[in-house]
Nanobody
Framework: QVQLVESGGGLVQAGGSLKVSCAASGHTFNNYAMAWFRQAPGKEREFVARISRTGGSIYYADSVKGRFTISRDNAKDTGYLQMNTLKPEDTAVYFC?????????????????WGQGTQVTVSS
């Protein structure tokens, strides 16, 4: 079992930055790839970014490429999502998720463990 807890969400103006964190516990964090998903009001949850177990492989959704940076610190059992140049359409609940499989997968079903989410609101 892996427990994931997100933090760092909040309200920010368009063009601003925010960094959210995902603290893992319960199992060896570096056994899992980690991803961020988000869900806006009235919309389905969507993939944002994924980082491999060691951090050597990273993949982004086109909508955030060049603005968001995913990273992890395995010594601290924590993952991060740095969000820059935020837009109102980035407003959503952001979830981190863990996947024991090493094969790149951007679908929700691939991820065994999920956090409870943290709200990010970008005002115009």
């Amino acid at each position: 079992q892996v427990q994931l807890v997100e933090s760092g969400g909040g309200l920010v103006q368009a063009g601003g930055s925010l960094k959210v964190s995902c603290a893992a516990s319960g199992h060896t964090f570096n056994n899992y790839a980690m991803a961020w998903f988000r869900q806006a009001p009235g919309k389905e949850r969507e993939f944002v970014a994924r980082i491999s177990r060691t951090g050597g492989s990273i993949y982004y959704a086109d909508s955030v490429k060049g603005r968001f940076t995913i990273s992890r610190d395995n010594a601290k059992d924590t993952g991060y999502l740095q969000m820059n140049t935020l837009k109102p359409e980035d407003t959503a609940v952001y979830f981190c998720a863990a996947d024991r499989d090493s094969i790149l997968d951007t679908t929700e079903d691939a991820y065994e463990y999920w956090g409870q989410g943290t709200q990010v609101t970008v005002s115009s």
